[in-house]
């Protein structure tokens, strides 16, 4: 079951958590499961440990990992590539009879790939066992708790670039720019107010300074009343 002491982020900082091998020093601690042998606190019937071979999970948000491993404590015990499922085999993991084993799930990001607010969650799918030890009953619904990745904005960078435009006619299509964190990532939390000049000569009726929505400011109304060439936006 999922460990109910765990709580986790309501907002990642993923740039923290970057790298290419996990240890329990750079990544990101995203849930912890509880494996009961019996009731975890006295021998049951069958006199017999458990043996975690497996385990898989279904992973929501798992384009924005780049490495998943499963942890006992401070051992890592296996690392895979991240996906969805996440499976970890050839495991042996031995739950003495009538106790329980804290595992966790630790992960590092991608620093592309990633949006803002991504929801990401680990549901357990399939545990299985040894057929020497004690084996496994239904797991029922378990879900680590929702966390969100969060960016914030450190730089503009235009998305739609200025087009060729006759003079007194606004600029087609709409010039827009966006609020991104150093890896490019759009902050959907911005909106503040992003102004754009010109080495050219606009006209006054130009809107050259608009809010962002969602981390993007849209300038439908950029007219330039003179002929040039090479003009710039900045």
Known sequence: ????????????????????DITETNSY???????????????????????????TF????????????LYDGTTELSEIAGNTPASFSSLNVI???GAFKVLSIRALFNTSSITD?????????????????????????????????????TQLAFVQQPTNTA???AITPAVTVSANDTNGNRDLDFVGSIE??????????????????????TFNNLVHNATGTGLKLL
Do not use: C, H, M, W
């Open 167 to 169: 003079i007194n006619v």
């Open 58 to 69: 279904n992973v929501s948000g798992s384009a924005s990992l780049s490495r998943i491993a």
């Open 95 to 97: 739950i003495p009879d």
């Open 196 to 217: 754009l000049l010109s080495d050219g000569s606009l006209t006054g009726s130009s809107t050259t300074q608009v809010n962002a929505v969602s981390g993007l400011a």
């Open 117 to 153: 607010k991504q929801l990401v969650r680990f549901s357990l799918f399939n545990p299985t066992a040894n057929a020497s030890g004690s084996g496994f009953g239904s797991s029922g619904s378990q879900q680590t708790p929702d966390q969100n990745i969060e960016v914030t904005a």
């Open 1 to 20: 079951k999922v460990d109910p002491s765990y709580s986790g982020s309501s907002a990642i900082n993923y740039l923290n958590y970057l790298g290419s």
């Open 29 to 55: 601690e995203i849930g912890r499961f509880i494996i009961y042998d019996g009731n975890g606190t006295t021998p049951d019937a069958d006199n017999l440990a458990t043996i975690l071979n497996s385990i």
